[in-house]
């Protein structure tokens, strides 16, 4: 079992990220595929979705800057125009989560000027 998110780091407000998640194919293959965020002192948060036929949903919060997509055992979210409250590590794993509870290597995202 393989959940590995990567492409975090520091960007000012008003920039861009574009996070990538390798997904072990048990996993990843006829699955609904999230991304999902948690920032200091929060519990973590949804951020989008998106189905194996390429539907896609997003959380109020991001809607119309992120964009969230997938590819062979890879999930993306590409991130604009961030902002401070953007600030979180980010995940990503099968909507609603593994019954294991197992969420694997988050991406540090800072958004700071």
């Known amino acids: 079992v393989q959940l590995q998110a990567s492409g975090g780091g520091l960007v000012q407000p008003g920039g861009s990220l574009r996070l990538s998640c390798a997904a072990s194919g048990s996993i990843f293959s006829n699955n609904v595929m999230a991304w999902y965020r948690q920032a200091p002192g929060k519990l973590r948060e949804w951020v989008a979705y998106i189905t194996d036929r390429g539907n896609k949903d997003y959380a109020d919060s991001v809607k119309g800057r992120f964009t969230i997509s997938r590819d062979n055992a890879m999930v993306y979210l590409q991130m604009n125009s961030l902002k401070p409250e953007d600030t979180a590590v980010y995940y990503c794993?099968?909507?609603?989560?593994?019954?294991?509870?197992?969420w694997g290597q988050g991406t540090q995202v800072t958004v700071s000027s």
């Open positions: 794993n099968k909507y609603g989560g593994l019954a294991s509870g197992y």
